[in-house]
Each structure stands twice: as C-alpha cells, then as structure tokens.
C-alpha cells in the first residue's frame, strides 16, 4: 500500500512564499510523475505543475516564473516552491503520485490536500 502525505500550507500575505512538500511512502517498485493539482473553491481541480524522475517539469501558464516543482527521488518527495503568491492561488493543493507496484501494474496515489490561503 502507497501513501502520500502532504505538508506546508497555511496563510500567507500576498506577495509571500510558501513550499509545500509531499512524501510517499510504502512498498511500491518506481514512482515515475510526481505533482500538483489544486482546486479553489466552486471551481475545477486544475493540473499546477509536474516533474518526472528525470526532472523534466512543465507548469500551468499562471504560475510560471513564480512556482518551482522539485523532487528528491531518494527520499520519494517532491516540493513546491511557491513565489509572489496572490489571492487567485488560494486553494486546496494535492499531490499525485504515478509510477508502478510492481513492474506491469500501474499506481496513482492522492494525497489528502493542503490548503493555502493567500489573504491580507
């Protein structure tokens, strides 16, 4: 069983920064894609950003130049920097996770959501 274990959210003040790490945990045989999605409220989860293990990432256009996604893979997390923050990230972010149990069989974990608050 795979476990991902959010952490870092909070109230910030606009123009802050916050890093909010994931961690996961258990028996698996790869993890491949680690990111992450937020969903503000009364509007759609959305993708923020995602990293494969080789470290390419790729980000939605709103946060670029001010959100960095990295990862340690030896430690199986992966952290997002967050910059310049304004009240239009406010949201509940979640980690996902995709790699493999075994090889030929496919995992993606959810995390249980960190909320960030952005407000003065």
């Known amino acids: 069983q795979v476990q991902v274990v959010e952490s870092g959210g909070g109230l910030v003040q606009p123009g802050g920064s916050l890093r909010l790490s994931c961690v996961a945990s258990?028996?698996?045989?790869?993890?491949?894609?680690m990111g992450w999605y937020r969903q503000a409220p009364g509007k759609k989860r959305e993708l923020v950003a995602t990293?494969?293990?080789?470290?390419?990432?790729d980000y939605v256009d709103s946060v670029k130049g001010r959100f960095t996604i990295s990862r340690d893979n030896a430690k199986n997390t992966v952290y997002l920097q967050m910059n310049r923050l304004n009240p239009e990230d406010t949201a509940v972010y979640s980690c996902?996770?995709?790699?493999?149990?075994?090889?030929?069989?496919?995992?993606?974990?959810w995390g249980q959501g960190t909320l960030v608050t952005v407000s003065s």
């Open positions: 996902n996770v995709r790699g493999m149990v075994v090889p030929g069989a496919e995992l993606e974990v």
């Open positions: 990293i494969t293990s080789g470290g390419t990432t």
């Open positions: 258990g028996s698996f045989f790869s993890i491949n894609n």
